[in-house]
């Protein structure tokens, strides 16, 4: 047994860890873990990916290409394979994963497992829609292989699953062509909600990224920081690789407080208001800032922060944003790391896939005890009230009914679950 | 090391694993010419054999010889017929190969050895004795090997890596002590052979930490638990 953590580092419960390397042994391995769940690079924030007192089944070791094929883009590997080594080896050989989250440090099992999604949500989906076929492993000994054309139901299941139908060991993925590195991008800022909400319909259309930052102290008459991407005309030129920065020690509380908070956000705000507006960048810095700074989650201090993300349905998503924000300005909580996109159209292809039309925030805040937990409490209030939902990925807390109200389509999923397989959040939310 | 396109031989005793290893790297790689093949790895003769097939058309840049068997000290102490199974695989074969490299390399006047030695042979522990003697077997070996090229185009490279996180250490895993990553020591090892330097302590902690385990004197050095 060892002491495990999720990213937002709440908690150092002690796990039993089985480290999985050999995929032909795979189902062998499985049988007889007790109550397990599988464990990929632990980029979730909340207990997805935790199992208290029980077994995590870790695929760090499963990292191998099994073929790709440069004719079509098809890579079929195995599901301890990070995203970052894919775009690594294939992008130079102008291939790309259509979606990758905030980091490319996941797994191609957890991107599967949490049906991730990118900036460009709304021209391509989530990381399921990209998924041609998968094989699961289940812990009776069982090897299932499903896509979209083969058992559909049980692939629906699986993707954004949270790891509850079985051990995704290999996934076939369809990659798109880039035609480089280079990113043509632009930084705009704007003032109050209707302004974003106008510049992300006005760039969804003709923007293959778009994302926001947002001043999370400034209520609904909010700022923010509007960004949009999409691949440069100019492809020459080979991008600097980026200094690496890493926070060694965990302070000994958040450097994201009241105090400095308001700091934090007018320096960055103005910084980037006063910037010139188009400029060329490389894919990764734009799209993935915090992969340059290691452990950037200890900044947060001892005590570890939770991060809220929801959804709220476009018509009533204005007003319920307005509200959140004012809560959180209120509460005087809440961080620097605040983001805000439109979702697509595009039905996500998961039974408890996070994305649907809309608009979604997600928010960090220092874990402070109970003053956290009651704010969470308000947030919750207007978030049902709206329509919307939280992200599985991101949550260490929401109330079962709110998960229960938020995905409609749960209870389908138990007749796929494997027996075998629990974790702390399908105990909290669905009872086992 | 070259990068562009390469013709790797992968040779290895189980060979159903050395095929996965080879789909992966043609998967990654693209360009390279990956293939599989197996011999007994205790017998100097195939070695021999085997090696002279390999360089039939000319010279290899780079040989990297890097296998070895996970053997737990006491095994070794209960049944002398492990001890000797340990010294074959970890000390022995990996010197028969070189020595076999080291022939063609000399008629070439240029090539690269690498060797995967470990921490564990620069000072006998009773914690893993066994394979510590036959690490410490190859670094001699590499030592000589390095006097004897001195000056001319081969380059002999001596890795010795720290704990890594690898199958082979699940046991220090479990006891919660932090492990390099087999992603910075095989950046390092690549660094190495680059660079041709002789001794690599990877990570390079290692170097000072062995140093001064080397330097203790036995009064001290036999009453820690290390």
Same mark, same amino acid.
């Given at each position: 047994?060892?002491?495990?953590?999720?990213?937002?580092?709440?908690?150092?419960?002690?796990?039993?860890?089985?480290?999985?390397?050999?995929?032909?042994?795979?189902?062998?391995?499985?049988?007889?873990?007790?109550?397990?769940?599988?464990?990929?690079?632990?980029?979730?924030?909340?207990?997805?990916?935790?199992?208290?007192?029980?077994?995590?089944?870790?695929?760090?070791?499963?990292?191998?290409?099994?073929?790709?094929?440069?004719?079509?883009?098809?890579?079929?590997?195995?599901?301890?394979?990070?995203?970052?080594?894919?775009?690594?080896?294939?992008?130079?050989?102008?291939?790309?994963?259509?979606?990758?989250?905030?980091?490319?440090?996941?797994?191609?099992?957890?991107?599967?497992?949490?049906?991730?999604?990118?900036?460009?949500?709304?021209?391509?989906?989530?990381?399921?829609?990209?998924?041609?076929?998968?094989?699961?492993?289940?812990?009776?000994?069982?090897?299932?292989?499903?896509?979209?054309?083969?058992?559909?139901?049980?692939?629906?299941?699986?993707?954004?699953?949270?790891?509850?139908?079985?051990?995704?060991?290999?996934?076939?993925?369809?990659?798109?062509?880039?035609?480089?590195?280079?990113?043509?991008?632009?930084?705009?800022?704007?003032?109050?909600?209707?302004?974003?909400?106008?510049?992300?319909?006005?760039?969804?259309?003709?923007?293959?990224?778009?994302?926001?930052?947002?001043?999370?102290?400034?209520?609904?008459?909010?700022?923010?920081?509007?960004?949009?991407?999409?691949?440069?005309?100019?492809?020459?030129?080979?991008?600097?690789?980026?200094?690496?920065?890493?926070?060694?020690?965990?302070?000994?509380?958040?450097?994201?407080?009241?105090?400095?908070?308001?700091?934090?956000?007018?320096?960055?705000?103005?910084?980037?208001?006063?910037?010139?507006?188009?400029?060329?960048?490389?894919?990764?810095?734009?799209?993935?800032?915090?992969?340059?700074?290691?452990?950037?989650?200890?900044?947060?201090?001892?005590?570890?922060?939770?991060?809220?993300?929801?959804?709220?349905?476009?018509?009533?998503?204005?007003?319920?944003?307005?509200?959140?924000?004012?809560?959180?300005?209120?509460?005087?909580?809440?961080?620097?790391?605040?983001?805000?996109?439109?979702?697509?159209?595009?039905?996500?292809?998961?039974?408890?896939?996070?994305?649907?039309?809309?608009?979604?925030?997600?928010?960090?805040?220092?874990?402070?005890?109970?003053?956290?937990?009651?704010?969470?409490?308000?947030?919750?209030?207007?978030?049902?009230?709206?329509?919307?939902?939280?992200?599985?990925?991101?949550?260490?807390?929401?109330?079962?009914?709110?998960?229960?109200?938020?995905?409609?389509?749960?209870?389908?999923?138990?007749?796929?679950?494997?027996?075998?397989?629990?974790?702390?959040?399908?105990?909290?939310?669905?009872?086992? | 090391?070259?990068?562009?396109?390469?013709?790797?031989?992968?040779?290895?005793?189980?060979?159903?694993?050395?095929?996965? @290893?080879?789909?992966?790297?043609?998967?990654?790689?693209?360009?390279?010419?990956?293939?599989?093949?197996?011999?007994?790895?205790?017998?100097?003769?195939?070695?021999?054999?085997?090696?002279?097939?390999?360089?039939?058309?000319?010279?290899?840049?780079?040989?990297?010889?890097?296998?070895?068997?996970?053997?737990?000290?006491?095994?070794?102490?209960?049944?002398?017929?492990?001890?000797?199974?340990?010294?074959?695989?970890?000390?022995?074969?990996?010197?028969?190969?070189?020595?076999?490299?080291?022939?063609?390399?000399?008629?070439?006047?240029?090539?690269?050895?690498?060797?995967?030695?470990?921490?564990?042979?620069?000072?006998?522990?009773?914690?893993?004795?066994?394979?510590?003697?036959?690490?410490?077997?190859?670094?001699?070996?590499?030592?000589?090997?390095?006097?004897?090229?001195?000056?001319?185009?081969?380059?002999?490279?001596? @890795?010795?890596?720290?704990?890594?996180?690898?199958?082979?250490?699940?046991?220090?895993?479990?006891?919660?002590?932090?492990?390099?990553?087999?992603?910075?020591?095989?950046?390092?090892?690549?660094?190495?052979?680059?660079?041709?330097?002789?001794?690599?302590?990877?990570?390079?902690?290692?170097?000072?930490?062995?140093?001064?385990?080397?330097?203790?004197?036995?009064?001290?050095?036999?009453?820690?638990?290390?």
């Amino acid at each position: 047994m060892r002491p495990v953590s999720s990213w937002g580092r709440l908690s150092a419960e002690p796990h039993q860890v089985a480290e999985l390397s050999d995929i032909a042994t795979l189902a062998e391995e499985l049988g007889g873990t007790g109550p397990a769940i599988p464990l990929g690079m632990g980029r979730s924030y909340g207990d997805a990916c935790l199992n208290p007192g029980g077994t995590l089944l870790s695929t760090a070791r499963l990292d191998r290409f099994h073929s790709f094929d440069p004719e079509t883009g098809r890579l079929v590997c195995e599901a301890g394979v990070q995203l970052r080594d894919i775009q690594r080896c294939l992008m130079p050989r102008g291939w790309s994963l259509p979606v990758i989250p905030g980091t490319r440090i996941v797994s191609v099992g957890g991107a599967i497992a949490n049906d991730v999604h990118g900036k460009n949500h709304h021209r391509v989906g989530s990381f399921g829609h990209h998924v041609r076929n998968l094989t699961l492993v289940r812990t009776d000994g069982q090897v299932i292989d499903c896509g979209p054309g083969v058992r559909p139901d049980l692939f629906a299941a699986t993707v954004g699953g949270i790891g509850l139908t079985g051990l995704i060991a290999t996934a076939e993925l369809q990659l798109q062509p880039v035609a480089g590195p280079w990113l043509d991008t632009e930084i705009l800022s704007y003032r109050g909600l209707d302004e974003f909400l106008t510049l992300a319909d006005d760039s969804e259309s003709l923007w293959e990224h778009t994302v926001s930052w947002i001043d999370c102290t400034a209520g609904s008459r909010t700022r923010g920081i509007f960004l949009r991407a999409n691949p440069a005309v100019d492809q020459t030129g080979e991008p600097a690789s980026p200094r690496r920065l890493g926070v060694p020690v965990t302070p000994p509380l958040s450097l994201f407080n009241r105090l400095t908070l308001p700091v934090f956000n007018s320096v960055y705000y103005h910084l980037n208001s006063h910037r010139s507006r188009a400029r060329r960048r490389p894919f990764d810095t734009f799209l993935f800032p915090l992969d340059d700074i290691g452990d950037w989650n200890r900044l947060y201090g001892p005590r570890g922060f939770y991060q809220y993300q929801l959804v709220v349905p476009r018509d009533a998503g204005p007003a319920a944003l307005r509200d959140i924000l004012d809560i959180i300005a209120r509460s005087g909580l809440g961080s620097f790391l605040a983001v805000i996109k439109t979702f697509g159209d595009r039905v996500s292809p998961g039974l408890l896939s996070f994305p649907t039309p809309g608009i979604t925030l997600s928010l960090d805040f220092p874990n402070r005890g109970p003053r956290t937990e009651r704010l969470f409490v308000e947030l919750d209030a207007v978030v049902r009230s709206a329509g919307g939902r939280l992200y599985l990925a991101k949550d260490a807390r929401m109330p079962r009914d709110l998960f229960e109200a938020g995905y409609p389509r749960a209870p389908e999923l138990a007749k796929f679950r494997d027996p075998g397989m629990s974790s702390g959040m399908s105990r909290r939310l669905m009872g086992r | 090391m070259q990068r562009g396109p390469v013709q790797l031989i992968l040779v290895a005793r189980n060979v159903e694993l050395a095929g996965r @290893i080879a789909a992966d790297l043609q998967a990654r790689g693209g360009q390279a010419d990956v293939s599989v093949e197996t011999l007994d790895f205790l017998s100097a003769p195939a070695i021999a054999e085997a090696v002279a097939h390999w360089t039939a058309q000319g010279p290899v840049d780079m040989a990297l010889i890097a296998h070895g068997v996970l053997s737990p000290q006491q095994p070794c102490q209960d049944d002398i017929e492990q001890a000797r199974h340990s010294i074959e695989v970890n000390g022995i074969s990996p010197v028969l190969f070189a020595e076999a490299f080291a022939g063609v390399m000399n008629r070439a006047g240029r090539g690269t050895i690498g060797m995967i030695g470990s921490v564990a042979g620069d000072r006998g522990r009773r914690a893993n004795y066994v394979y510590g003697a036959s690490k410490a077997l190859m670094d001699r070996y590499a030592q000589g090997l390095q006097h004897r090229f001195a000056g001319s185009g081969v380059k002999i490279v001596l @890795i010795k890596p720290g704990p890594t996180d690898t199958p082979m250490t699940a046991h220090y895993k479990a006891q919660g002590r932090r492990l390099a990553s087999v992603e910075s020591v095989a950046q390092g090892t690549v660094d190495a052979l680059d660079r041709g330097t002789a001794v690599a302590y990877l990570p390079r902690k290692w170097r000072l930490i062995m140093f001064v385990v080397r330097a203790l004197p036995d009064f001290i050095f036999n009453r820690l638990n290390i």
